[in-house]
C-alpha cells in the first residue's frame, strides 16, 4: 500500500492562502491522490482527486508535479471554520485485491482570526 | 440525498461486555466499509463490503470483532468481548463502486469507550 508522510499540524491566519504539502513516494502509476478533511466529532469528507498536474474545485487546488511523488493542497483566503484535520491519500490495491484508502496521521490545521 | 447513517452516536460498556454498531449506507452504494479510528490516528479499514459480500477483512480482528451487511443495505459491526484499547470511534462509510477513484461518503461515527 502507498505510504504518505505529511506535516502533522500547521498555522496560518485568517485569508492567508494554505498549502500542505504531501510525499507518496512509492505511489503506483495507476494510482489517484485525494485529500480529505475532518472537523472534529465528524467523519473524514472528500475535498478533491487529481491524477497529475493541477485540479481545482470549489474548495482547494491540488497542484501534482510530473513525478507524481509528492503534492500539496491549497486552500485559497482560510477562515477560521477551515481547522480542521488534512488527510493526503492514495488508493491502492490491498492484498485482497481491493482499493483502500490508507489514512496517515493527518495534517491539523490551526487558522488564527 | 441523506447521507450515512450511524446509531448510536455514543456508547460506554465494560471490558468483556459485548456492542453492536449500525450502519444505513447511501442509497444505491454498492460499497460499505467500517473503520476504526483511535483518538489523534487516521481512520483504519476494518472490513469492506460489495453489496453483501467481503471483499476485504484482513485488518478485522476475527476472534472478537464480526460485521455483516444482509441483502446488501445496512450493516452491523459487532465487538464480542471488548477490550480496554476497541476505545475508539467507529466509522461507516460508503461509495457507490470500489475503484481507486470512487469518493467515500462517511458517517458521523460511534464514539466507544470501553471501562
Known amino acids: 500500500l502507498a505510504k504518505t508522510t505529511q506535516p502533522i499540524s500547521m498555522d496560518s491566519y485568517e485569508g492567508q492562502e494554505v498549502n500542505i504539502t504531501c510525499s507518496h513516494n512509492n505511489i503506483a502509476t495507476n494510482d489517484y491522490i485525494t485529500w480529505y478533511q475532518q472537523f472534529p466529532s465528524q467523519g473524514p469528507r472528500f475535498i478533491i482527486q487529481?491524477?497529475?498536474t493541477k485540479v481545482t474545485n470549489e474548495v482547494a487546488s491540488l497542484f501534482i508535479p510530473a513525478d507524481r511523488k509528492s503534492s500539496t493542497l491549497s486552500l485559497p483566503r482560510v477562515s477560521l471554520s477551515d481547522t480542521a484535520v488534512y488527510y493526503c491519500?492514495?488508493?491502492?490495491?490491498?492484498?485482497?485485491?481491493?482499493?483502500?484508502?490508507?489514512f496517515g496521521k493527518g495534517t491539523k490545521l490551526s487558522v488564527i482570526p | 440525498e441523506a447521507g450515512v447513517a450511524q446509531s448510536p452516536r455514543y456508547k460506554i460498556i465494560e471490558k468483556r461486555q459485548s456492542v453492536a454498531f449500525w450502519c444505513n449506507p447511501i442509497s444505491g452504494h454498492a460499497t460499505l466499509y467500517w473503520y476504526q479510528q483511535i483518538l489523534g490516528q487516521g481512520p483504519k479499514l476494518l472490513i469492506q463490503f460489495q453489496n453483501n459480500g467481503v471483499v476485504d477483512d484482513s485488518q478485522l480482528p476475527k476472534d472478537r470483532f464480526s460485521a455483516e451487511r444482509l441483502k446488501g443495505v445496512d450493516s452491523t459491526l459487532k465487538i464480542q468481548p471488548a477490550k480496554l484499547e476497541d476505545s475508539a470511534v467507529y466509522l461507516c462509510?460508503?461509495?457507490?463502486?470500489?475503484?481507486?477513484?470512487?469518493?467515500?461518503?462517511f458517517g458521523p461515527g460511534t464514539r466507544l469507550t470501553v471501562l
Open positions: 462509510a460508503s461509495s457507490q463502486e470500489r475503484g481507486n477513484t470512487d469518493t467515500q461518503y
Open positions: 491519500l492514495v488508493a491502492s490495491i490491498s492484498g485482497a485485491g481491493s482499493y483502500q484508502l490508507t
Open positions: 487529481g491524477y497529475k
